[in-house]
Structures are given as structure tokens and as C-alpha cells.
């Protein structure tokens, strides 16, 4: 198993979280983004970065993912794909998208994106706190711990 990060927009609280995760399971991890990133040293970890342009990071991704891997995105229509390869596809705020909910989310964030262009201010998600960083780490634990077995 390999795990993926949409790192473009991935805090840096939660990759910090998936770096000692790697160690600690050695696992690979790799954070694809669009600028340059800063990783730790690690066997485990490695950063690529791949041209600017629009969903070039989640493309690759997707290009690169195998049934099983876990990506960590929140872009919906990423996790979409990553569930359609038969990947697992987790938020950073500890959320796993599923075969079950992932229509339900594609159609809320279009809805959302509609109101958006016709004018309307939705706001945008609230900031990621305490609660939603140890959700992902106890959620990333409990689907290692799983995946041992």
C-alpha cells in the first residue's frame, strides 16, 4: 500500500501527522504538488512536483494509484476517481469518502458551486481545529492498524 497526498492544499499539521505515520509503519508516502515541498528525511517520504496547471497533481495521482492505496485529498471529484480505481480516499479533517457517500458529496459540492456563480457567498470551510486533527490521525491509525492485518 502507498499513500498519496493532494498536497497543494493539505496543511501542514496533517502532513506532519502522515510523516511519523510513515516512520513509524514504513509506508510509503508521497506528496504531489504543483510548487516545491519541504519533507523530512525518510526513506518512506518523497515529495514530486509536477508543472502548474489545473488538476495536474490529481491526474498524476490518479495515473500513479493502485487498487488499495490511500489518497488524502479534500478535492471531491479526486476522491471520486480514487474510489473508482478502487483506492481509499480520506479528508483532512479525518473524513473517509466511500462508495456510499461520495454522490451525495460530488452533488452537494456542485449545488454549492452553482450558488457560487450565480453570486451568492458561501463562505468557505472553516479552519481546521483541534478536534478535526486528532479525528485524522485516530481515523489514518485505525485504517493502518487495518490494513496489517
Known amino acids: 500500500m502507498h499513500i498519496w497526498v493532494d498536497a497543494d492544499a493539505c496543511p501542514a499539521v496533517i502532513k506532519d501527522i502522515l510523516f511519523r505515520a510513515a516512520d513509524r509503519v ?5 506528496l504531489v504538488a504543483n510548487h516545491s515541498l519541504r519533507t523530512p528525511p525518510s ?5 514530486i512536483q509536477v508543472p502548474p496547471g489545473f488538476d495536474v497533481a490529481d491526474n498524476h495521482i490518479v495515473k500513479h494509484l493502485e487498487a488499495g492505496d490511500l489518497v488524502i485529498t479534500a478535492d471531491i471529484p479526486l476522491a471520486a476517481e480514487v474510489i473508482e480505481k478502487d483506492g481509499h480516499a ?4 479525518g473524513d473517509f469518502y466511500t462508495k456510499e457517500n461520495i ?3 460530488l452533488n452537494m459540492r ?3 458551486e452553482t450558488l457560487r456563480s450565480s453570486g451568492v457567498q458561501t463562505g468557505g470551510p472553516n479552519a481546521l481545529n483541534q478536534r478535526d486533527r486528532m479525528n485524522f490521525a485516530n481515523q489514518l491509525d485505525s485504517f493502518l492498524a487495518k490494513q496489517k492485518k
Do not use: A
Request: no cysteine; hydrophobic share 30%.
Open 110 to 112: 456542485d449545488f454549492m
Open 26 to 30: 514504513e509506508l510509503p508516502v508521497t
Open 43 to 47: 526513506p518512506y517520504i518523497k515529495s
Open 90 to 93: 480520506l479528508n483532512p479533517r
Open 103 to 105: 454522490r451525495q458529496r
